[in-house]
């Protein structure tokens, strides 16, 4: 129960912070935490602690977790690793004869319900299951275990500006057509497809990211 408690608080508190719902610098206490989603401190520290193994947050003494500042160079980082990884991934689902591809059009439905819905938490959501779903078919589970911990520790500001709505919407045909490309085999389709899939964003996290630096050095 305290394992589906954690995955719980952490869902709730990453969608917070990678979205940008919750500001660099602020503070997530875990008695206050666990007093708001009715559960008790175990769950809540436990995911908190996972967050800031990934960077997101910073434990600070007898005080709670801080939310860590955005870093440009990382995230650019981040991005490289991904397209080289997922990419990689793509490639290697689309060339396996024995591919298995269950389970990833309900997935990509989800993700098209929750960009009708305007649900940018159920699309993070969503979008994070298909793509772990989606790498995970192509039988490297180190592979898989380290795209999501990259995942996981990249800022996803602006995903609720005009541009990151709009490039949801674009993302939707794209989670299908993956589909149809590895169930086709076609490798030459599929590395471009993945490449702009994942690149597509980076310039969108950036410029959140520089207009919260130039609003956060207005109020300082």
Same mark, same amino acid.
Do not use: C
């Given at each position: 129960?305290? /394992? +589906?408690l954690r995955? /719980?608080?952490?869902q709730? !508190?990453?969608?917070?912070?990678? +979205?940008?719902?919750t500001?660099?610098?602020?503070?997530?206490?875990?008695?206050?935490?666990?007093?708001?989603?009715? !559960?008790s401190?175990?769950p809540?520290?436990?995911?908190l602690?996972d967050?800031?193994?990934?960077?997101?947050?910073?434990?600070?003494r007898?005080?709670g977790?801080?939310?860590a500042?955005?870093?440009?160079?990382?995230?650019?980082?981040?991005? &490289?690793?991904?397209e080289?990884?997922e990419?990689?991934?793509?490639?290697?689902?689309? +060339?396996?004869? &024995? %591919?298995?591809l &269950?389970?990833?059009?309900?997935?990509?439905?989800a993700?098209?319900?929750?960009v &009708?819905?305007?649900?940018v938490?159920?699309?993070?959501?969503t979008?994070?299951?298909?793509h772990?779903?989606?790498?995970?078919?192509?039988?490297?589970?180190?592979?898989?275990?380290?795209?999501?911990?990259?995942?996981?520790?990249m %800022?996803?500001?602006?995903?609720?500006? %005009?541009?990151g709505?709009?490039? /949801?919407?674009?993302?939707?045909?794209?989670h299908?057509?993956?589909?149809e490309?590895?169930?086709?085999?076609?490798?030459?389709?599929?590395?471009?497809?993945?490449?702009d899939?994942?690149?597509?964003?980076?310039?969108?996290?950036?410029?959140?990211i %520089?207009?919260?630096?130039?609003? +956060?050095?207005?109020?300082?």
């Open positions: 129960m305290d /394992q +589906s995955e /719980q608080v952490l709730r !508190v990453r969608a917070e912070i990678i +979205s940008g719902e500001r660099p610098g602020a503070m997530y206490s875990v008695p206050t935490l666990a007093a708001d989603l009715g !559960v401190t175990t809540v520290r436990e995911a602690l967050l800031a193994r990934n960077g997101l947050i910073e434990p600070v007898n005080r977790f801080k939310v500042d955005p870093n440009l160079d990382e995230l650019r980082d981040l991005f &490289d690793l991904r080289l990884l990419v990689h991934a793509a490639v290697l689902l689309a +060339s396996r004869p &024995d %591919r298995t &269950d389970g990833l059009r309900p997935l990509a439905d993700i098209k319900a929750a &009708d819905a305007d649900d938490r159920g699309y993070l959501e979008d994070r299951r298909f772990e779903a989606f790498i995970a078919a192509a039988g490297n589970t180190v592979m898989t275990e380290t795209v999501m911990s990259l995942r996981d520790r %800022r996803l500001y602006g995903i609720t500006t %005009r541009a709505l709009e490039r /949801q919407a674009a993302s939707v045909p794209e299908y057509r993956l589909i490309l590895a169930a086709a085999g076609d490798v030459e389709a599929i590395r471009p497809l993945m490449r899939h994942i690149r597509t964003w980076e310039p969108i996290f950036i410029e959140a %520089r207009k919260t630096g130039r609003e +956060s050095a207005r109020g300082r």
